[in-house]
């Protein structure tokens, strides 16, 4: 018990309180945006999708999360242009 | 008199909704206000128990909904305090026998007698729900400090804002102090997380469910830790100037900041 606790200590491990405050705001984020996160998975594959008739980008470093910004939802999506580097280049066809 | 009707509720059932209702309508019936205090739970009515007046009522709101009696006839006086009335719900019905407009009816029939009209409203986001905050001026959200409660604390704060309700308020119920304070959600993340004035923080305390039991409101015990807030609440929404307090800080942090 002591030494979980001194253990805790050092390694830096989330506190019941900080892992139930992270989860808040990303069950929260969900349920205002009314969007699950398989559905989100799914909008960031069609934008991708779409993306890519227009511009090079690489599918991989595409994030497309929902953020909190006191009762504001945002969904908010960081694309870096350009095509995908060059380890995947080859399993391009 | 026009009274303010105010709503109690909070989503999620077992925060303390009517434990939190009865002791606000004493406490402001302390203050010497006129208070009645309508149980909106239809089919599962506690206020009367948690009150201590279960033996007292006759008359049920629906039966002044269904004109089979007047407000005045249904209002169970309390035995403490001559200044505290509660229109009991009915047991043995459910609630579609209450609607937003008998309810908007009610309100304003109960706030022309008092200067405070408490309406008790069930858990749940279905029809008790809609018809228990269709007539409130300002609502209480009651949550605890624990990620369900709050995740539904937020959804009817967001169905009560999508709805024009303007004046809402928090109560954080059963926060526990020192080392297992820790285990809980801090106060800090629930007022930024939900975005809605803090009204109150009430400790967990041993002696509410004894006082449940017993039919006597911790806001009587001048010894309970919650009945002292729930006094202090009381005198907040009576107007009387209380800053909530700051969190407290954990030990350490308070023994370095002494200097």
């Not at chain 2, 539904?152 to 303007?166: C, M, P, Q, T, Y």
Request: hydrophobic content about 45%.
């Amino acid at each position: 018990m002591c030494w979980h606790s001194i253990r805790r200590w050092f390694s830096h491990a989330p506190t019941c309180q900080e892992v139930a405050r992270e989860r808040l705001q990303l069950v929260l984020a969900h349920d205002r945006a009314d969007l699950t996160p398989g559905m989100l998975a799914m909008l960031k594959d069609d934008m991708i999708a779409v993306l890519r008739n227009y511009v090079a980008i690489d599918p991989a470093r595409v994030e497309v999360s929902i953020m909190q910004e006191g009762r504001v939802t945002r969904l908010v999506a960081d694309i870096p242009l350009g095509p995908a580097r060059s380890s995947e280049e080859s399993v391009k066809e | 008199m026009a009274g303010k009707v105010i709503t109690v509720t909070s989503g999620k059932g077992g925060v303390g909704k009517s434990t939190t209702t009865a002791n606000l309508a004493m406490g402001l019936a302390m203050l010497g206000a006129q208070v009645i205090c309508i149980d909106g739970d239809v089919g599962l009515r506690n206020l009367d128990v948690i009150l201590g007046l279960e033996n007292r009522i006759v008359y049920d709101i629906t039966h002044v909904i269904d004109g089979r009696c007047k407000l005045r006839q249904a209002l169970v006086r309390d035995k403490r305090f001559a200044e505290l009335h509660l229109l009991p719900a009915a047991q043995t019905r459910d609630k579609s026998a209450v609607s937003p407009e008998a309810m908007v009816w009610i309100a304003q029939q109960a706030a022309e007698q008092a200067d405070y009209v408490l309406i008790d409203c069930p858990a749940g986001i279905e029809q008790g729900f809609w018809y228990s905050v269709t007539p409130a001026d300002m609502l209480i959200v009651v949550t605890n400090p624990e990620l369900p409660a709050v995740r539904d604390a937020d959804r009817v704060i967001g169905l009560l804002e999508n709805n024009g309700h303007k004046d809402t308020r928090l109560i954080i119920n059963r926060v526990r102090s020192g080392a297992r304070a820790r285990e809980q959600l801090d106060r800090v993340t629930i007022v930024e997380t939900l975005a809605v004035p803090l009204l109150g923080v009430i400790p967990e305390d041993d002696g509410v469910t004894a006082s449940s039991n017993r039919g006597e409101p911790v806001v009587l015990d001048p010894r309970s830790a919650a009945g002292q807030e729930f006094r202090v609440i009381a005198q907040r929404l009576h107007g009387e100037e209380h800053p909530v307090p700051p969190e407290p800080l954990p030990f350490w942090k308070r023994f370095f900041s002494r200097s």
